[in-house]
């Protein structure tokens, strides 16, 4: 399978630490993921992506990379193939528009299910579908199900994105079927538009973090709260940042379970979803 990361902050950081720099860092986790990698990050509203079907760590460009992004909005993501040749065009993360996806986990048996899957995809998206991976189908049919909210190039809320999340893994699940675990498809997806970001539990673990044990730039930081170093009380957070697995560092990590959803708004208020149910706005 593969490793997710994805970041929200009020201001532009840099995740070099995460990429790279820290002992389980997205980078070094390659090691067990080799089959490509990919960062998006989002400069004046637009997304930036950058992929490559290199192995991460020894690739330079990633290298590079991870030591000048420096962004609100980054997605990231390492791929150990399950579906789908080693080429770029099937690297992580896929980019319509303003909108970017990741995807950890597996559609069993997808070839037999692929052209019912592409049926689900709007005929005006469907062109775009340039690889032959599980994870850009289900994108483009994330794409279509938004598109019932109104159109893509809006604004799109928390809880327009978790709802078309929803329906995406409600239909793909409907079409392969598989109650087992050995045959039910795994959907953990993470999408953002560089200002809303959400992400979902779909049978791959994810976590979340929302605040640090004491944060390393306190003393310089200009955008400092009492949420940076604890529990959010009012639901809006300095940053949010997700991950296939807790990441070594300042940062304290919490569980996302199967079938939750949790999303940051373009106003940093973070709210969760539990099973289709729509929760308050989270205090951490």
Request: hydrophobic letters at 35%.
């Amino acid at each position: 399978m593969c490793r997710l990361f994805g970041f929200r902050s009020v201001i532009p950081s840099q995740v070099h630490r995460s990429l790279l720099a820290a002992e389980n860092a997205l980078g070094v986790q390659s090691n067990a993921h080799p089959d490509g990698w990919g960062v998006a990050f989002y400069v004046d509203g637009a997304p930036h992506v950058t992929r490559s079907p290199e192995f991460a760590l020894g690739d330079q460009l990633f290298h590079r990379l991870s030591g000048v992004v420096s962004s609100e909005t980054v997605v990231a993501h390492v791929r150990r193939a399950t579906q789908g040749d080693k080429t770029v065009l099937n690297c992580h993360p896929f980019q319509y528009g303003r909108w970017v996806f990741a995807h950890n986990g597996d559609i069993p048996e997808f070839a037999g299910h692929r052209e019912r899957l592409l049926s689900e995809i709007a005929p005006r998206l469907r062109r775009y579908v340039l690889g032959d991976t599980d994870s850009e189908v289900v994108f483009y049919i994330f794409l279509t199900q938004l598109s019932g909210f109104g159109p893509l190039s809006r604004r799109h809320s928390v809880e327009d994105a978790a709802s078309a999340l929803e329906s995406t893994i409600a239909r793909v699940r409907n079409i392969c079927g598989g109650t087992c675990d050995e045959s039910r498809p795994l959907l953990t997806l993470m999408v953002t538009d560089g200002d809303t970001m959400v992400a979902t539990h779909g049978g791959k673990e994810l976590f979340w973090s929302s605040y640090k044990q004491r944060c390393s730039d306190r003393d310089t930081c200009p955008s400092l709260s009492p949420e940076c170093e604890a529990p959010s009380q009012t639901g809006f957070v300095n940053h949010l940042i997700l991950s296939s697995e807790p990441l070594q560092g300042e940062n304290v990590w919490l569980p996302l379970e199967e079938g939750d959803v949790i999303g940051v708004d373009y106003r940093m208020h973070v709210h969760t979803r539990k099973q289709g149910r729509v929760a308050l706005p989270v205090v951490a």
